[in-house]
């Protein structure tokens, strides 16, 4: 696709609940990453994939934090149990690989009620 | 932390004026960038310089960097207000796929 697509934009769930956020990148970039932003802050690393491979999850916070890319182009990021801390904007980005810019999706942006 | 840190944390300035932000990070890096967001917004991508490059140049942006100082900076000729928007810079440390972003510079530029 011509940009980095992510669904849905706004999402509303209920302490406790299970959510599934959605990232589809630029056909052909082998790189993709998830971020988590809170409002004010800079983007902080969650996780990133090179095609289907998850090769680096150290940003996840918890182990309610669940990322999957299987055939490696979709990616869904699982955020099980919702607290509200988990109140953010989660953006996903994708690349032709290291030494090069990311491209960045709109975001979705997570409430916890 | 070896997240790259942006001064100022804010700027205001005139429309036609320049705007200089910098970022100072604390590792060796294989890059640097800088991108924009635009309130509600996804991050754009502005510009891309590698360790063994001193200064690049993109319309009117133009990003320098001191590895010997381990800073960067970002200076936006003649602004406009459509350049209201908050500016990162993000480490690419070197051996890492990851990139790793500061808290941002809030740029506003007053008609």
């Known amino acids: 696709g011509a940009g980095v697509s992510q669904s849905p934009r706004y999402k509303v769930a209920k302490r406790g609940q299970d959510v599934a956020l959605r990232c589809d990148p630029i056909?052909?970039?082998?790189?993709l990453f998830w971020y988590q932003q809170a409002l004010g802050q800079g983007p902080e690393f969650l996780t990133y994939?090179?095609?289907?491979?998850?090769?680096?999850k150290s940003g996840l916070p918890s182990d309610r934090f669940f990322a999957e890319r299987p055939e490696g182009s979709v990616s869904t990021l699982k955020i099980q149990r919702t607290q509200q801390e988990d109140s953010a904007v989660y953006l996903c980005?994708?690349?032709?690989?290291?030494?090069?810019?990311?491209?960045f999706g709109s975001g979705t942006r997570l409430t916890v009620v | 932390s070896q997240q790259g840190e942006e001064d100022p944390q804010a700027l205001s300035i005139q429309e036609g004026e320049n705007a200089t932000m910098n970022c100072s990070y604390k590792?060796?890096?294989?890059?640097l960038q800088w991108y924009r967001q635009n309130s509600g917004r996804g991050l754009v991508h502005l510009i891309l310089?590698?360790?063994?490059?001193r200064e690049k140049h993109s319309g009117r942006l133009r990003v320098t960097l001191d590895t010997s100082k381990k800073s960067s900076s970002l200076l936006i000729t003649a602004s406009r207000a459509a350049d209201t928007a908050s500016y990162f810079c993000?480490?690419?440390?070197?051996?890492?796929?990851?990139?790793?972003f500061g808290q941002g510079t809030r740029l506003t530029i007053n008609p």
């Open positions: 980005a994708s690349s032709r690989g290291q030494g090069n810019g990311y491209t």
């Open positions: 056909s052909g970039h082998v790189s």
């Open positions: 994939f090179q095609n289907e491979a998850q090769l680096d």
């Open positions: 590792t060796s890096i294989n890059n």
């Open positions: 310089i590698r360790s063994n490059e």
């Open positions: 993000a480490i690419a440390n070197q051996g890492a796929q990851k990139l790793v």
